[in-house]
């Protein structure tokens, strides 16, 4: 009977030298790895479904079909529409007329100049009805405190 090579490596003869890794490929392999989890991190994070979502654009979103009839804003409509989550003021500018709708005392000025961290401004252009037959491009804007 012959003696076969793999017989010494079942003793443990021999078996320093097998399965071993180079250092460099090693940290090669490492280094391959965490920048795959890192990729696969960032590609994840950016698939996320945005949570919060701004809440002057959500006003705007929520006031607009409300007061729109066929595709125009009609200004009057403006007084039906019920409270709001936050304190907002929704704004219609058009034709140098101005039609506002506050959610009480503490509502933010929707002409007001100062924009802080603490407010929200989203507006829109829309086509407003100033009179029986005229329309103009207007301005909707919404104001929200945060």
Not at 83 to 93: K, M, S
């Given at each position: 009977m012959s003696r076969w090579s793999a017989e010494r490596s079942l003793r443990g003869e021999g078996s320093e030298g097998r399965a071993a890794v180079e250092p460099i490929a090693a940290l090669i392999a490492v280094l391959a790895v965490g920048a795959a989890l890192g990729l696969y991190v960032v590609a994840l994070d950016d698939a996320a479904p945005d949570r919060e979502r701004p809440t002057a654009e959500a006003t705007l979103d929520r006031v607009e079909p409300a007061v729109t009839t066929g595709g125009v804003v009609e200004?009057?409509?403006?007084?039906?529409?019920?409270?709001?989550?936050?304190?907002?003021?929704?704004?219609?500018?058009?034709?140098?007329?101005?039609?506002?709708?506050?959610?009480?005392?503490?509502?933010?000025?929707?002409?007001?100049?100062?924009?802080?961290?603490?407010?929200?401004v989203a507006e829109r252009k829309v086509t407003v009805r100033v009179g029986v037959g005229r329309n103009v491009r207007g301005t909707l804007r919404a104001v929200v405190y945060r």
């Open positions: 200004p009057e409509r403006l007084r039906g529409i019920g409270e709001f989550r936050y304190a907002a003021t929704v704004a219609i500018e058009a034709n140098g007329e101005t039609w506002t709708v506050r959610s009480g005392d503490e509502a933010p000025v929707a002409e007001d100049g100062r924009h802080t961290d603490a407010v929200a």
